[in-house]
Structure formats: C-alpha cells, structure tokens
C-alpha cells in the first residue's frame, strides 16, 4: 500500500482513482476488524466460545471458518456419522442409477454451500502448515488432480472437526 501511495503517476485522473481505491481498500481492512471484532465478542456471549477455540487449534481454520461452521452445522451430535457429517457439508460423490449401471459424477450439488466452501478452503491452507495432510494431499496427486484430492483433504479435515467437537462435548 505505502508503495502504491508513493506511485507518482502523471495523469490527474489516473492519480485520483488510485488514491480512492487506496483508501477503499483501507476501509474494507477496518471494516473486517471490527466485524472480527464483534464475532469474536458475540461467541464469548453464547455458550460456543470453548467450541470455537477448539475449532481454531485445528490448521487451516480461521476465525470466520470456525464461526461459519458452528452456526451452519448447530449441533455436531445430530450427525451420527462421519459419513453423515460429510454428506451434509457435500464432500461425497453425486450418482447416477439406472438399472444395471451407476454413474459417479463429482460432488453433490446437494449441501450445504457454505460448509463445502469453508472445508475446501481451509484444506488449501491446511496442506501448507499440516505435514500430515500435506503429505496425504502429496500422495493423492500422484495418482488424481489437484481438485479431487483437496476435496479428499477436505473430508479428512471434517473429519477432524467433528471428532474435536464430539471430543469437547464429552469434557462438558
């Protein structure tokens, strides 16, 4: 930012555009602290805070992805298995039956959107600070792409959530 400032552009046009998306740019950052801000405080409120604190020792897991995932999934005992924690987040294959034949298509359309995306993205991060799962994302593409092993990491990284959070409401 401070070297776009310093830009010294010739044309008053150009500079002035410049500068205001310098200081959009400023204020979207200070507008996400103080969102962060208050999610932070209205966890402590509710009765998730030890939740949301275990949910943020797991890599690839930020603030908002732990917010994301205790809001969209309420109560992790619902699921009674793994297999259905990951059919609600949509990290299982969609398919196709007739008759004798079975089609497997990629991930099923029916989930929940925002789960999926917060898993996918935070298995991009995770695979960069979690040698497990970098070595297990590592292992998959040398036999499938990119795209179909990060969903795999994906599952596996749900897996881990839940365990977490089943692990917690035990100690409760």
């Known amino acids: 930012m401070r070297w776009l400032k310093a830009l010294e552009l010739h044309n008053h ?4 555009t410049l500068d205001n998306l310098i200081d959009r740019v400023a204020q979207l950052r200070q507008q996400k602290v103080q ?4 999610l932070r405080i209205s966890i402590q409120k509710s009765n998730k805070d030890k939740a949301y604190n275990k949910l943020r020792t797991i890599k690839g897991i930020g603030a908002i992805g732990a917010a994301t995932i205790l809001t969209e999934m309420v109560d992790i005992k619902r699921f009674s298995s793994y297999e259905k924690f990951h059919s609600f987040i949509g990290l299982v294959p969609s398919t196709a039956n007739s008759a004798n ?3 497997i298509r990629g991930v099923t359309p029916r989930a929940n959107r925002r789960l ?6 935070a298995s991009w991060v995770a695979i960069k600070y979690d040698t497990d799962l970098h070595h297990y994302y590592h292992e998959l593409t040398q036999r499938m792409k990119a795209n179909k092993a990060i969903i795999r990491v994906a599952k596996k990284l749900a897996t881990k959530v839940r365990y977490n959070l089943l692990e917690l ?3 409760i």
């Open 13 to 16: 046009g150009l500079k002035f």
């Open 35 to 38: 969102i962060l801000k208050e």
């Open 101 to 103: 034949t079975e089609k």
């Open 116 to 121: 999926r995306n917060i898993f996918i993205e």
């Open 169 to 171: 409401e035990l100690e």
